[in-house]
């Protein structure tokens, strides 16, 4: 290692707090910092070049080189480098970004607002439903629902709806959050019981949950069309069919949280239509600017926003907004971003290696090691067991995951652990080579780590 490269360690050593880090892998693997990118290769300050697997965090999904986007930002810094949206203001790129979305939208939306991330468009959303209820003299419809293993943020409120263990520790999700089952059948079908069945058992329990709780204490259900942090969770191709009736039931609004599969991340535009979800709010983010910029979305119906609007001229505004929310660079490199993905060539190439990808993955569901491989577009899991046949997993003492994870970046490839199992989401320009050559990769980590394995839990 040269000393360069030994000084930014050090240096990032002593100076820099890492959130959303294993420690233990940290000490023993040492952080990865990154020089430059090439497409969909980042190079780090010692010269390892990785192919980027999860495309950053599902967001850099032009790759780490495109000059049509910053060259969209220095035009745009040259124009008019930044603004607010308060008091009635605005800018040019962040009207026509909005125009934008509503046209591309899954679903008829009728209006938008920005943030600057999918934590901030989950919590004004929330804060949204609130202001609403309670100008229609319904204060007491606070409870939101959403599921176990989601993954709505990390703000607070954004926490709250996170349906994973860590928040306990925060003392959330507190007393307004209704979890409820995570779609997942592999994992939660009882024994002979089929995918319909199996979302038919998930609306029933709503049913009885949104009963037991009271209707009239329902703010809203968050939902991602597939669920990305929870581990790549695809629901039955039934279930938003069969638990919207539920929701409508109760004129309970329903979120669709893209922000990881918005824009082609499932090989369709949106999560939305791969999932037949029929949402009154959709939230975007990731994807939407290639993560060249921090942005984030909340594009409400016509119904929402008639609400909403009402609302608003009770309170007289709705106090709400970021300072930085709509930031004219960001919606000007947002435009280029979705140009690029919807006219470029790029979603079809995400369809067309989308292929590839998925079948690749699921041959490797045969690996002794490997209980599912899931997965949907250019996202996906495999998910791995002790025993495939009670579909056991390994001890946490294992850490399986890490260790698939650093025999891949062993070998030039970046790929995530998540608990027990790792996911994949490869940048959107990835050609098949590329895919081939991440799969090849993962097999052969996944013998290495299979042998290691076998000899410590034998
Ligand atoms: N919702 C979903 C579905 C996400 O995957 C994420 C981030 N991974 C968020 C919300 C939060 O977005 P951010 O990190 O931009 O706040």
Redesign the pocket.
């Known amino acids: 290692m040269n000393i360069a490269a030994q000084s930014w360690e050090r240096r990032e050593a002593t100076s820099f707090f890492h959130t959303f880090t294993d420690l233990p892998s940290l000490k023993t693997d040492g952080p990865v910092i990154i020089d430059h990118g090439e497409g969909p290769y980042i190079i780090d300050t010692v010269g390892r070049r990785y192919f980027e697997g999860n495309s950053g965090?599902?967001n850099m999904t032009l790759g780490f080189s495109e000059r049509r986007l910053s060259d969209a930002a220095l035009k745009q810094y040259q124009e008019f480098p930044g603004y607010h949206t308060f008091f009635g203001r605005n800018s040019k790129p962040t009207v026509e970004l909005a125009e934008r979305m509503l046209k591309l939208a899954p679903a008829p939306m009728s209006r938008v607002f920005f943030t600057?991330?999918?934590?901030?468009?989950?919590e004004s959303i929330v804060k949204l439903l609130w202001m609403m209820w309670a100008a229609e003299g319904r204060p007491e419809r606070r409870k939101l629902l959403t599921r176990k293993n989601?993954?709505?943020?990390?703000?607070v409120m954004?926490s709250a709806l996170t349906g994973k263990d860590y928040v306990k520790a925060f003392g959330l999700p507190g007393p307004e959050i209704v979890t409820l089952d995570c779609p997942h059948a592999w994992r939660f079908a009882l024994p002979g019981e089929g995918d319909d069945e199996f979302a038919a058992r998930l609306a029933a329990n709503l049913e009885t949950r949104i009963l037991q709780e009271g209707p009239e204490t329902i703010a809203g259900m968050f939902a991602?069309p597939v669920?990305?942090?929870g581990g790549v969770i695809v629901p039955p191709a039934t279930y938003f069919a069969k638990i919207q009736p539920v929701l409508q039931r109760y004129g309970i609004p329903l979120i669709a949280?893209?922000?990881?599969?918005g824009f082609g991340r499932t090989g369709s535009l949106w999560g939305t239509l791969a999932v037949g979800q029929q949402p009154d709010i959709i939230?975007a983010?990731?994807s939407m600017s290639a993560g060249y910029f921090?942005m984030?979305a909340v594009m409400l119906s016509a119904d929402i926003d008639k609400r909403a609007t009402a609302a608003s001229e009770v309170w007289e505004e709705f106090p709400h907004g970021f300072t930085t929310g709509g930031h004219p660079v960001g919606c000007a490199i947002s435009l280029e971003a979705i140009r690029i993905i919807t006219e470029e060539g790029v979603f079809e190439n995400v369809k067309s290696v989308s292929e590839t990808f998925q079948s690749g993955l699921r041959a490797l569901a045969d690996h002794p090691m490997i209980g599912e491989a899931r997965g949907m577009g250019l996202m996906g899991a495999l998910e791995t067991v002790a025993d495939k046949k009670t579909k056991q997993s390994f001890s946490g003492d294992l850490r399986i995951g890490e260790r698939i994870s650093k025999e891949a970046r062993d070998r030039g490839f970046i790929i995530r652990p998540l608990g027990s199992s790792v996911v994949l989401a490869p940048p959107f320009i990835s050609t098949h080579g590329q895919i081939e050559e991440l799969l090849a990769v993962l097999k052969e980590v996944l013998d290495v780590v299979y042998g290691t394995v076998k000899g410590e839990v034998a």
């Open positions: 965090l599902w600057n991330s999918g934590s901030e468009a989950n989601a993954y709505h943020g990390a703000t954004a991602e669920m990305g942090a949280d893209e922000v990881i599969c939230v983010s990731k921090p984030g």
